[in-house]
T-cell receptor, first 117, second 114 residues
Framework: AQSVTQPDIHITVSEGASLELRCNYSYGATPYLFWYVQSPGQGLQLLLKYFSGDTLVQGIKGFEAEFKRSQSSFNLRKPSVHWSDAAEYFCAVGALLNGEYGNKLVFGAGTILRVKS | EAQVTQNPRYLITVTGKKLTVTCSQNMNHEYMSWYRQDPGLGLRQIYYSMNVEVTDKGDVPEGYKVSRKEKRNFPLILESPSPNQTSLYFC?????????????FGPGTRLTVT
């Protein structure tokens, strides 16, 4: 079964510093990967997704992620963090369900990002 | 506007009092799911539906029921809520078929059972 590991429960970075959130997945075939962000008291917003093709994926709000098959990783990066980026970030992989990948997501436990000024 | 809506957004109830959380989507999606979010566990799928009258258990179905009588609606039913069902609940929908891998999430329903 597919699984997702986000090793860091909390990360604190200074405003303006670079950010990397780690995500490792367990899946044999080409995975369908997603990063979501959840601001305090809010719902889920899709930051970016990887289905195939270029392994460096650009998303919204200046985020990018790189798919590395050899490391089973899909780490999220941002070159310069803003205070408004403080939120919880979830990595997810599309799980095979009834022959299709769109019907279920398996999520990591999440990483809470704190931004200090 | 394409969207998934949930009601209510917030609910406080007592143990054993039946409740229903509604979910509706306006995108004519075949697949719909319910997830619950708990600290340190991320989101986990409760139930899903592949189309009208076709539902199946997800990873954490105990204590929940669902129905799919219309394509657009997928209510979540807690017939006898317990405190361990206090959680944040998300409904999601997606199109069926190859290439449609993105799920659209509702705004969430925060449920507290006392």
């Amino acid at each position: 079964a597919q699984s997702v590991t986000q090793p860091d429960i909390h990360i604190t970075v200074s405003e303006g510093a670079s950010l990397e959130l780690r995500c490792n997945y367990s899946y044999g075939a080409t995975p369908y990967l997603f990063w979501y962000v959840q601001s305090p008291g809010q719902g889920l917003q899709l930051l970016l997704k990887y289905f195939s093709g270029d392994t460096l994926v650009q998303g919204i709000k200046g985020f990018e992620a790189e798919f590395k098959r050899s490391q089973s990783s899909f780490n999220l990066r941002k070159p310069s963090v803003h205070w408004s980026d403080a939120a919880e970030y979830f990595c997810a992989v599309g799980a095979l369900l009834n022959g299709e990948y769109g019907n279920k997501l398996v999520f990591g436990a999440g990483t809470i990002l704190r931004v200090k000024s | 506007e394409a969207q998934v809506t949930q009601n209510p957004r917030y609910l406080i109830t007592v143990t054993g009092k039946k409740l229903t959380v509604t979910c509706s989507q306006n995108m004519n999606h075949e697949y719909m799911s319910w997830y619950r979010q708990d600290p340190g566990l991320g989101l986990r799928q409760i139930y899903y539906s592949m189309n009208v009258e076709v539902t199946d258990k997800g990873d954490v179905p105990e204590g929940y029921k669902v129905s799919r009588k219309e394509k657009r609606n997928f209510p979540l039913i807690l017939e006898s809520p317990s405190p361990n069902q206090t959680s944040l609940y998300f409904c999601a929908s997606t199109r069926s078929g190859q290439g449609y891998y993105e799920q659209y999430f509702g705004p969430g329903t925060r449920l507290t059972v006392t």
